[in-house]
């Protein structure tokens, strides 16, 4: 048996977690058990040695781990890692997981093993559920939503796992890796050496080829009609600065559909209402930008002359099963090197162009200024009576403007009625539709940025879905003072909005309470918060909210604690 770790030597724990702080990883969100003893001599004995450590942070659910590793990456664009309790806390990482596949999301999720051996070996089990959690087939919990697996065998693995783990996460496309580490092996020593040695192996990352961008320019630059479609963002700063330029420039609406992460401000001459029919009829070619679903193929067609152009990590999102959106023109790149080659080379065609589109351009930007003004006007009508969604998320426009917010949004503020006009200050959540995201992703942002102001918006069903009383001890554990606001509306509302789309004149929509949708009685959800000691209020009547959110806001700023709206909608 070994216990000690012999000169030059860490336990395997304790190696695995200084490579991974040698590999840019700030946090390791963690919930512990019985499977981490070794995790936790290894931080112990690596700060006793003055090795560099990412940060432990307790994690109350692992629901929470997998959400603010998310959100920290999107603040961050670095890589975290999520360590997990055996088989049952790697099943409370599933959601998070399929969330974070379907967004090139490149968490590191690792999850304890339960020992193998039950005498005679250091680390062997010990209690009875070293029996109860042993699995044939453990990461088959997440394999289909990761990229890559593996299970630690031996602990001179250790360094070599963690840079392989690392690179495949951050390849294109970008995605969670899982490993599973049995508690025998990180109870072994591991040689020191190479602790803080340069990655063994670089991410794969595709860069657009000079041939596809500039075909792709020539077709958008011929077209009478073309169109953009994006829903993840632009990828940068700089990208999503040439997005607004060329889409200005050559007079092209871009459409946000369900979009997830801004790509262009929504007060854009060029920013069309989110509804696709009329823009999909008239278009005769499309550039869509890493889009999972840029449409509804049952609802919107695009003509057989329209040559389509797909530009993502994965244009043709080779891990969905079924997805047969027609792509004329496939470019694997990450968008943020993507858009700047693509409006670059259509700078290039614009001479002698200028008349057309200018008028082209004057014509998309009354039509687009037209739909902004009767959304707006829509939104303001909703104060009255119950409110409704769209004036919560005018008020919070209103509340936050100039204070360099980011908003995350789960089936709660809409981003139509919304003025945003920065990189990275819109979330929705994400198209896998695991419920309880926008909360901890959100105190994940504030981790990654104290100073920022950062709201969650959610609906009271993603709110009860986010384990909420976890997260407001993660809030109050680390000082993280995110503005919650929840749009309480008593029911599943995505799901009755879905029953109504298929069966408009059905018995359900008959009803006075549709069957299955119902969440009645509603908790007093400002309680929750309280018992954190957070600040909450409740807010019933539209005239009041901007009153109530700016006392939010100034609670934020002044006591540096959460604050939490309990908003009450229309259903």
Same mark, same amino acid.
């Given at each position: 048996m070994m216990g000690m770790a012999k000169s030059g030597t860490l336990t395997a724990g304790g190696a695995l977690l200084a490579r991974l702080k040698a590999l840019g990883v700030d946090y390791i969100f963690a919930n512990s058990g019985t499977d981490f003893p070794p995790i936790i001599e290894g931080?112990?004995?690596?700060?006793?040695?003055?090795?560099?450590? %990412?940060?432990?942070?307790?994690? %109350?659910?692992?629901?929470?781990?997998?959400?603010?590793?998310?959100? @920290?990456?999107?603040?961050?664009?670095?890589?975290?890692?999520?360590?997990?309790?055996?088989?049952? *806390?790697l099943a409370n990482c599933a959601i998070g997981a399929i969330n974070a596949a379907v967004e090139h999301i490149p968490i590191m999720l690792f999850s304890g093993r339960t020992p193998v051996t039950e005498k005679d070996r250091f680390g062997a089990r010990t209690v009875p559920i070293g029996w109860g959690q042993e699995m044939r087939d453990q990461a088959a919990l997440v394999r289909e939503a990761c990229k890559w697996d593996y299970e630690m065998r031996f602990p001179e693995q250790a360094l070599d796992i963690a840079d392989r783990a690392y690179a495949i996460a951050n390849s294109t496309p970008r995605g969670p890796v899982y490993v599973s580490l049995p508690r025998e092996v990180l109870c072994e020593p591991a040689p020191s050496a190479g602790l803080s040695a340069p990655l063994s192996m670089q991410p794969a990352v595709a860069a657009p080829g000079e041939a596809q961008i500039r075909e792709a320019a020539a077709i958008l630059a011929r077209a009478r009609n073309p169109v953009i479609f994006a829903q993840h963002g632009a990828g940068s700063q700089e990208a999503f600065r040439a997005l607004g330029e060329l889409a200005e420039d050559w007079g092209i609406p871009v459409c946000q559909y369900w979009a997830l992460q801004l790509a262009l401000p929504t007060d854009h001459p060029m920013a069309a209402e989110n509804n696709p029919a009329p823009l999909i009829e008239a278009a005769d070619a499309i550039l869509v930008i890493d889009a999972l679903a840029p449409w509804a193929p049952d609802t919107h067609r695009p003509s057989d002359g329209c040559t389509i152009i797909?530009?993502?990590?994965?244009?043709?999102?080779?891990?969905?099963?079924?997805?047969?959106?027609?792509?004329?023109?496939?470019?694997?790149?990450?968008?943020?090197? *993507?858009? %700047?080659?693509?409006?670059?080379?259509?700078?290039?065609?614009?001479? *002698?162009?200028?008349?057309?589109?200018?008028?082209?351009?004057?014509?998309?930007?009354?039509?687009?200024?037209?739909?902004?003004?009767?959304?707006?006007?829509?939104?303001?009508?909703?104060?009255?009576?119950?409110?409704?969604?769209?004036?919560?998320?005018?008020?919070?426009?209103?509340?936050?403007?100039?204070?360099?917010?980011?908003?995350?949004?789960?089936?709660?503020?809409?981003?139509?009625?919304?003025?945003?006009?920065?990189h990275g200050?819109?979330?929705?959540?994400?198209?896998?539709?695991?419920?309880?995201?926008?909360?901890?992703?959100?105190?994940?942002?504030?981790?990654?940025?104290?100073?920022?102001?950062?709201?969650?918006?959610?609906?009271?069903?993603? @709110?009860?879905?986010?384990?909420?009383?976890?997260?407001?001890?993660i809030a109050e554990a680390l000082?993280?003072?995110?503005?919650?606001?929840?749009?309480?509306?008593?029911?599943?509302?995505?799901?009755?909005?879905?029953?109504?789309?298929? @069966?408009?004149? *059905? @018995?359900?929509?008959?009803?006075?309470?549709?069957?299955?949708?119902?969440?009645?009685?509603?908790?007093?959800?400002?309680?929750?918060?309280?018992?954190?000691?957070?600040?909450?209020?409740?807010?019933?009547?539209?005239?009041?909210?901007?009153?109530?959110?700016?006392?939010?806001?100034?609670?934020?700023?002044?006591?540096?604690?959460?604050?939490?709206?309990?908003?009450?909608?229309?259903?």
């Open positions: 931080l112990a004995e690596a700060a006793a040695k003055d090795i560099a450590l %990412p940060e432990a942070l307790v994690m %109350p659910h692992e629901g929470a781990a997998m959400g603010m590793a998310h959100g @920290y990456y999107l603040a961050t664009g670095k890589s975290q890692v999520v360590m997990a309790h055996t088989n049952v *806390g797909q530009m993502s990590q994965d244009p043709l999102a080779a891990r969905t099963p079924v997805r047969n959106f027609r792509s004329d023109l496939s470019i694997v790149c990450e968008p943020a090197q *993507g858009i %700047p080659a693509l409006a670059r080379a259509m700078q290039e065609l614009a001479v *002698g162009r200028e008349q057309g589109l200018t008028e082209r351009r004057g014509s998309v930007a009354a039509r687009n200024a037209e739909s902004r003004r009767k959304i707006r006007a829509a939104a303001e009508a909703g104060r009255d009576g119950v409110m409704t969604k769209d004036w919560v998320s005018l008020c919070v426009s209103r509340a936050i403007e100039g204070r360099g917010a980011a908003v995350l949004s789960e089936l709660g503020c809409p981003m139509a009625p919304m003025s945003l006009s920065e200050s819109w979330f929705q959540e994400p198209h896998a539709g695991g419920l309880g995201w926008s909360f901890p992703a959100a105190l994940g942002m504030q981790l990654a940025d104290r100073k920022r102001l950062v709201v969650a918006t959610m609906g009271d069903g993603s @709110y009860m879905f986010s384990n909420p009383v976890a997260c407001h001890q000082g993280l003072p995110v503005l919650v606001v929840i749009l309480n509306n008593s029911e599943w509302g995505a799901v009755r909005q879905s029953v109504l789309g298929i @069966y408009p004149d *059905g @018995y359900a929509a008959r009803t006075n309470v549709m069957p299955l949708t119902a969440l009645s009685p509603t908790p007093d959800f400002t309680k929750v918060a309280e018992a954190s000691r957070a600040w909450a209020r409740k807010v019933t009547l539209g005239a009041d909210l901007p009153a109530v959110l700016e006392a939010a806001l100034e609670h934020i700023q002044t006591k540096g604690t959460l604050a939490l709206l309990d908003v009450t909608v229309r259903p």
